[in-house]
Structures are given as structure tokens and as C-alpha cells.
């Protein structure tokens, strides 16, 4: 579905990516690393707010280098970004519309998705009449969540989703990745591995711009590298 | 709405100043929304004024026409300017047309053939033969219009676009809004309508001259306008240039000049005690007390 092949980017003179390939295919893929590995960097390329010096960038056959964000986001690629980005004076209902509103195949459906967001996160319901910024922060990351779902995108991309949540929120978010699966691939990044490793199928390890390791939740969950950097054992 | 039928020549004219303002705040409000500020608004008026003079004065375009035009020459204005420089929003637009003003007054005084140069130029009638009744018409029909796009701009699809672009074009670019085209179209209509009433403003004077045209007060006071009313809302712009344009007037009666230092004075005040304007006040109380 989504291949990146051996991008570089930089910054200035700094090296952020080096050579990158990852791939995702019908399914949940992991992104981990520490601050600064390049997670967000590797997401603005695929989301064409950062553009490559090397390498290409294809989504279900088509190049997206050269692609303006917006056609990107056309194309069926959703991104919910870090920080929750949400539009906290307008009500719940408005942000959740804003995320189909510009997107022609999703604006036929937003009658059906907003269902399905709603059955994802029941609480969003509640609150529909309220402004954004008055909701918790669980309930905006949800509501960040669903304002990407509403664009009935066949790739999701969520960057650090877990960003300063109580664990029990985080366990809940994650435990509706599983859904969101049905609808559409996921590509999460994260720095908190121990939680989306239940969460998903494969992943990636970024440090320093460069693929460390790659597999399976379990072959990660069960690598030395893995489990003293990240899992804390 | 209907009382210029009782009240006398001058309450007609006052009417009509304030509805020109009113015009021109929610227009500079309309484009703030997306998130960029415009120091431009006494340019369009004055491209519209200039435009719609010489046409009247030199094809002997019927009025009212050349108010349209006055409209499209400020439309086609802002299209130039916006898509040069609204692919860089924010400060840089801001600067822009800040120099438009300064720019286009020089370019009008130095070419006295055709513009009259530095004296202006006087036109041989005032629209309608100066009947102060059919003027008030005039701009309370070119109000309605700019209220009716100012709510049509709340109520579609244009409102997430322009809502999110003021807030996060990161977002706005993702949720696939193409940021650029939205924000000159926006750019466009606005410019059009502040021609259009710069053009109905000469007509209805029938002269325009550098200094009075793109006199920046026709910038300063909108704004002042939205700040007291409440930006980011039909309502807010209303309710400033109603209330600043008929505290402007009574003042200058009582103290020349005097109206100068209330709008000071004002601007002061509610940037202090209420940020968000008298719309933004009532809609807070309004949710608090639901």
C-alpha cells in the first residue's frame, strides 16, 4: 500500500533521515525511537510537508513526491498529528465535519463515518454541542482521532498519540486501534513501545535517522535490543 | 431599517457613512478569519473609487456599472497581489498590503492626465443627483450582500477551511484543504466588496482626490470596528460599526477631533477588559448560562 524507499532528508545541513525504507501493507505498522530519531520527519514526508532530497515515496502505485499535502490527503492518506491540533472554540460536531468537509469521496459518507467514530468513542456523542477545548485531554485525542477517520482514509497515521495521557486513556486508544484496523492501516508512532506493541502487527525501530530493527510485535517484544531500551527490563 | 423614510437629509447621510464602515469591517473581518490581516482595505476602496470615477468620467459609464467595475478592478487587484505573495501568509502578506495603500495614493498623484494628479478628479454628478434617500438604499443593499457572503462564508464548507487555516495549516493541509487557493479566493471577495463600496463612495461625492481616497482611515476605523464588536463573527463587526460610527459622529459635533481620542480610548478598553469583543462577551455569557 504505502512504500518508502530510501529516502533522505535534511534539515539544512543536518542528516535527519538517512537512507530510510519502510513499508506498510494491509495492516498496523509501528514506528519507535527516541526524541529526535526522525518518526515526525519520516511523517511530514509521507504527508508531503517535508520534501526528500532521495529516494521515492509511493502509495497504492502512485508517486506521492512532488504531491501537495492536500492532494496527498486526497489520495486516502490521514494524518493525526502531535499535540492534539484540534480547533478548540468550535464544537465537537465541526471538528469531526472539518475532516471530511474538503475530502469529495469522504463527504458523501460523513453521515456513516461519524457513526462509526461514535461507536469507536461513545463519549464524543455526548459532547457533540461542545466546544473542543473543553473536553479532557483523552477526550481530544479521541476527538484528533476521529477528526482524521472522518476523511474515511485507507491509511491512518498517528504520531505519538500517547503523548501525555494517563496509562489507563492510553489503553483504551490503543485497544480501538484493533477497529480502526477493520477500516483502514494504521502507522503509529510512538515512544511508549510497551503499550503499542499489543497494539500492532510490525514494526520499526528508528534511531538516528536509520532503520535499527524491524519485525513482528512479538520478535520486538522479545529482542535484547528491544527490552533494555525501551521496555525498561 | 426602513427609517430614512422619517428621519431628515442628515440621519440619511450619517445612516449611510456608518453602513459604508460596516461594509468595510466585516469585509477585513471575513479575511482575518483565515488568519491573515490586511493593512490594504483604503487601497481596494480606493481602486474601486478611482475605478469607478474614470470609467463614469471618461467612457460615461452609467454609474451604477461603474461601481461594478470599481468592484472587479479591486477584485483583479487582489487576484495580482494575492497570488504573489499570499504563498508567504501571515507577517509578510500583512506588509504587503500595508505598502499597497502608500503605493497605489503615489501611482493616482503622478499621473495627472489621467487621474487628475494631486487636485483629483471631479465628477459632473453625484449618483442618483445627490438624493440622499436613494444612496442610503444604495449601501444598505451592498451591506445586506456583504452580510449575506460574510454568513455564507460561517455556514459551508468554506467556514472549516477558513477556520483551519487560521489555526493550524499544518492540520488545515492535511485534512486536504488547499490552503493557498482558499485563502485568495477569500482575499478576492473581500477586496471586491471594499471596492465596491470605495466605488459607491465616489459616486456618492462624486470626487476622489490621493489623500481623500486612500485615506487610511478607511483602514484604521474597520478595524477598530472589529476590535470593539468582536472579531471572527457577522455579528461582532455589526454591532462595532454601529456602535463606534454612531458614537463617532455625535462627538464630532460636541468636540472636533474628538472622536479621534475615543476611538484611542476604546480600542484601549476593550483590549484590556474584553479580548475577545462584545460578540465574543454575549457569546460567552450565552454558553455560561446555558
New interface residues.
Given amino acids: 500500500m504505502l512504500a518508502v524507499r530510501g529516502i533522505d532528508n535534511y534539515y539544512g545541513k543536518l542528516h535527519v533521515l538517512r537512507a530510510l525504507t519502510i513499508e506498510v501493507g494491509r495492516e498496523s505498522v509501528g514506528l519507535f525511537g527516541p526524541n529526535g530519531a526522525g518518526k515526525t520527519t519520516l511523517i511530514n514526508a509521507i504527508?508531503?510537508?517535508a520534501r526528500p532530497a532521495r529516494g521515492e515515496i509511493v502509495f497504492e502505485g502512485r508517486s506521492l513526491l512532488g504531491l501537495?499535502?492536500?492532494q496527498?490527503?486526497?489520495l486516502g492518506i490521514?494524518?493525526v498529528?502531535q499535540e492534539r491540533?484540534l480547533?478548540p472554540l468550535?464544537a465537537v460536531k465541526?471538528n469531526l465535519?472539518?475532516?471530511a468537509?474538503?475530502?469529495p469521496a469522504a463527504?458523501e459518507k460523513m453521515k456513516s463515518t461519524m457513526e462509526f467514530v461514535f461507536e469507536l468513542f461513545p463519549i464524543l456523542k455526548q459532547r457533540l454541542g461542545q466546544?473542543a477545548g473543553t473536553l479532557s485531554g483523552g477526550e481530544q485525542r479521541m476527538l484528533a482521532i476521529g477528526?482524521a477517520l472522518m476523511?474515511n482514509p485507507k491509511l491512518i497515521i498517528l504520531d505519538e498519540p500517547s503523548l501525555g495521557l494517563q496509562p489507563s486513556v492510553v489503553t483504551h486508544l490503543f485497544g480501538t486501534l484493533k477497529e480502526i484496523k477493520q477500516k483502514a492501516s494504521i502507522l503509529l508512532a510512538e515512544q511508549n513501545v510497551r503499550q503499542s506493541l499489543k497494539a500492532i502487527d510490525r514494526g520499526y525501530v528508528l534511531e538516528n535517522g536509520e532503520i535499527a530493527l524491524e519485525g513482528d510485535a512479538a520478535s520486538l517484544a522479545g529482542n535484547e535490543h528491544v527490552k533494555r531500551s525501551y521496555l525498561g527490563l | 431599517m426602513a427609517f430614512p423614510l422619517y428621519a431628515g437629509v442628515y440621519l440619511q447621510h450619517t445612516a449611510t457613512i456608518i453602513l459604508t464602515y460596516l461594509c468595510l469591517a466585516l469585509s477585513w473581518d471575513m479575511l482575518v478569519r483565515t488568519g491573515q490581516i490586511s493593512f490594504g482595505v483604503a487601497g481596494f476602496f480606493g481602486i474601486g473609487a478611482y475605478s469607478a470615477a474614470l470609467t463614469a468620467l471618461n467612457l460615461k459609464l452609467d454609474p451604477l456599472l461603474s461601481i461594478a467595475v470599481g468592484g472587479l478592478a479591486a477584485m483583479a487587484a487582489a487576484l495580482v497581489l494575492g497570488l504573489t505573495t499570499l504563498q508567504l501568509r501571515g507577517m509578510y502578506f500583512a506588509i504587503t498590503t500595508l505598502a499597497l495603500t502608500e503605493i497605489f495614493r503615489v501611482i493616482v498623484r503622478n499621473l495627472p492626465g489621467l487621474t487628475g494628479g494631486p487636485e483629483g478628479t471631479v465628477l459632473p454628478s453625484a449618483i442618483f443627483d445627490g438624493d440622499p434617500t436613494k444612496t442610503y438604499w444604495l449601501l444598505l443593499a451592498i451591506a445586506l450582500v456583504t452580510i449575506a457572503i460574510s454568513e455564507a462564508f460561517q455556514r459551508t464548507r468554506v467556514y472549516f477551511a477558513i477556520t483551519s487555516i487560521r489555526h493550524d495549516e499544518m492540520v488545515a493541509r492535511s485534512s486536504g484543504l488547499d490552503i493557498f487557493k482558499y485563502a485568495v479566493f477569500v482575499f478576492a471577495v473581500t477586496s471586491a466588496i471594499q471596492g465596491i463600496v470605495g466605488a459607491s463612495f465616489a459616486q456618492q461625492y462624486a470626487f476622489v482626490s490621493p489623500e481623500g481616497t486612500f485615506d487610511i482611515d478607511f483602514t484604521l476605523l474597520p478595524i477598530a470596528m472589529c476590535l470593539l464588536g468582536g472579531m471572527h463573527s457577522t455579528l461582532g463587526p455589526i454591532i462595532g460599526a454601529l456602535v463606534l460610527g454612531s458614537v463617532a459622529e455625535y462627538l464630532k459635533l460636541q468636540l472636533p477631533y474628538g472622536h479621534l481620542l475615543v476611538y484611542g480610548a476604546v480600542i484601549t478598553l476593550v483590549i484590556l477588559l474584553m479580548p475577545q469583543g462584545v460578540a465574543g462577551k454575549m457569546k460567552e455569557q450565552f454558553v455560561r448560562e446555558q
Fill in positions: 504527508m508531503g510537508l501537495a499535502p492536500h496527498i490527503a486526497h490521514a494524518l498529528p491540533e480547533f468550535m465541526g465535519e472539518s475532516g468537509a474538503h475530502i463527504r466546544p477528526r476523511a
